[in-house]
């Protein structure tokens, strides 16, 4: 039988496959933050196509942490109905689904406010990026019961798991590189103190919020001097300790120029990956051009991993998992509505 097409489970939470589709920005919403018709159709037919996982795409906290002004957000209550309709699709078809809670930091592009950060730094000077605000102690506070806050509604919506975004350059992961993270006081220099706030947002979630929870994070920021894969097995293993329930293992965007990124190639994150799961035992996700069945099976048999995320395979392919059972040789976990597709 196949490995990635064999039942397995995130915390308590019981996965069909081993198949997750990654949290990818769709940019459809408008300035309310809300679900859209595109989003319902989008998930719903990666659903229906036997996805394991569905992760909801980058969900803002908070208005200013929107990426941009046409992000999702779960911030108000107004804001839950359209993400419980996203739930009961995805249940429909016996998918489970994530919601990624999110901060853009210093990378918000919002157009009314100013972003905010561990440090005053600019991600770029021009591509419209503002200079951030350095947040101070009663701000972060504050950050930390917005995410606590939306992780509830997340639960109220019926979400059966909630991811924290620690990757790709946005607040969080400002917080735990030394070279966005300037900051003097608790939150700033050693680097416990740059992991603190990550930790203390997961502890939280862990401990008043009844649902499982991934953090995703960069391994390396692919920068001379900046956070590397040391100190991601660091913090991997702090967040098991408080009750984490898998990681997922990205790469990358904390800076618009890094002089350590790897070649582009099949696979490229996947040593990250493997690393991290060597270190810690709670299941690892891994993503990062990884395109065919043979690859998924691979890497799973390898312990690379123990989940396989398919982002750009499933941006192009709803049906991406029929395929695969096609490939693997299990045609009967083809619908069989679909399965004259894949005679």
């Known amino acids: 039988m196949s490995l990635l097409l064999s039942p397995s489970s995130i915390g308590n939470c019981q996965l069909k496959n081993k198949v997750v589709m990654p949290p990818m920005c769709m940019y459809k919403s408008d300035n ?58 995805a249940h429909e078809f016996g998918s489970k689904i994530a919601i990624q809670l999110a901060h853009a930091g210093r990378k918000s592009l919002v157009k009314e406010t100013t972003p905010i950060a561990p440090s005053s730094i600019a991600f770029d000077t021009s591509g419209g990026f503002k200079t951030p605000q350095s947040l101070d102690l009663e701000h972060i506070a504050l950050v930390k019961q917005l995410f606590l806050d939306s992780a509830k509604r997340a639960k109220e919506a019926g979400y059966d798991i909630l991811e924290l975004h620690a990757a790709h350059g946005y607040l969080l992961c400002e917080f735990l590189s030394p070279l966005t993270n300037k900051r003097e006081d608790i939150y700033g220099g050693s680097l416990e103190n740059r992991c603190r706030l990550t930790l203390e947002i997961a502890k939280l979630l862990k401990e008043q919020i009844d649902l499982p929870l991934i953090v995703r994070i960069s391994a390396s920021e692919w920068k001379t001097d900046g956070w590397n894969i040391e100190d991601s097995l660091y913090l991997s293993k702090e967040l098991k300790k408080i009750g984490v329930d898998s990681i997922h293992v990205s790469a990358g965007g904390n800076q618009k120029d890094p002089d350590l990124m790897p070649e582009l190639s099949a696979l490229y994150q996947c040593d990250y990956a493997k690393k991290i799961k060597e270190s810690i035992s709670i299941p690892v996700i891994a993503v990062g051009l990884i395109t065919t069945s043979k690859q998924g099976e691979a890497i799973l048999q390898d312990k690379v991993c123990d989940f396989v995320a398919y982002g750009r395979e499933l941006l192009r392919n709803a049906n991406l998992v029929f395929q695969f059972a096609k490939e693997l040789n299990q045609k009967e976990l083809i619908d069989n509505s679909y399965l004259r597709a894949y005679l």
Do not use: C
């Open 32 to 89: 309310s933050g809300k679900i859209m018709p595109f989003h319902s159709f989008h998930y719903a037919s990666r659903a229906m196509g036997n996805v394991g996982l569905i992760i909801v795409e980058a969900t803002a906290v908070e208005a200013r942490g929107r990426i941009s002004n046409n992000d999702l957000g779960l911030w108000e209550d107004s804001q839950i109905a359209g993400h419980k309709q996203l739930v009961d699709q």
